[in-house]
């Protein structure tokens, strides 16, 4: 009897939230998670995400702690505040080294990674990835214009999967997307506990009762 194969999810939160939004829904993580495990042996999944630390609110809190209790291994750093050539203020939170020692660190107890991201700058790691007999599926979009994943990325991956065609599967109910809220905070703290609501109810996280602001239940 052949074994399953063994994959690993590698989600890059920045870049999948931008490309979900874009195309106009949410992913169901609960669901997504349900998804992949009917495919294989789901080693680990993956979620990273940069936050600004020295807010005293931020709308990805809820799903960031409901991740980490429900099946993801959730990995963070903070962001970096920088001014540009321009004198703007920025923010940096990339989480591409983070990501990259993980696959190739778990590459010996995988045959498939499967990364939802489409920055080029991943093309590099699929290679060293498929070097080391890994095979990799790419997840993002070719639907937009332009498309959300890099050319170089597309090519490069053994397998390019229209995360379009796991719309029905993996996301929300469309009904939901008012809901839908920015990945790094809000500015307005009077909506803090009605943005709170808001995102738990958009990852199916289930609302604590009133005056439970603290304390993220699971669904």
């Known amino acids: 009897m052949t074994s399953p194969q063994r994959l690993a999810l590698f989600i890059d939160g920045a870049n999948l939230y931008a490309t979900t939004k874009t195309l106009g829904f949410d992913i169901d993580y609960k669901r997504l998670l349900k998804e992949f495990k009917g495919r294989g042996n789901l080693v680990r999944a993956f979620y990273y995400t940069a936050l600004i630390e020295d807010q005293e609110y931020s709308s990805i809190r809820p799903l960031i702690d409901w991740l980490d209790y429900n099946g993801y291994r959730v990995v963070t750093k903070p962001t970096k505040e920088f001014v540009d050539s321009a004198g703007r203020r920025k923010v940096k939170g990339n989480m591409d080294i983070e990501l990259a020692i993980d696959a190739l660190e778990l590459a010996p107890y995988i045959d498939e990674m499967i990364l939802f991201s489409g920055d080029g700058d ?50 929300r109910d469309p009904t939901e997307r008012s809901d839908r809220q920015r990945p790094l905070g809000f500015e307005d703290k009077a909506d803090t506990v009605r943005a709170r609501y808001a995102v738990e109810k958009r990852y199916g996280i289930r609302q604590p009762n009133l005056g439970d602001e603290d304390g993220v239940e699971s669904p």
């Open 122 to 171: 991943f093309r590099s790691l699929v290679e060293a990835m498929q070097r080391r007999g890994v095979r990799v599926s790419v997840i993002s979009t070719i639907s937009t214009q332009p498309p959300m994943i890099a050319d170089e990325l597309r090519r490069q991956a053994d397998e390019f999967i229209e995360i379009m065609q796991l719309a029905s599967r993996i996301g």
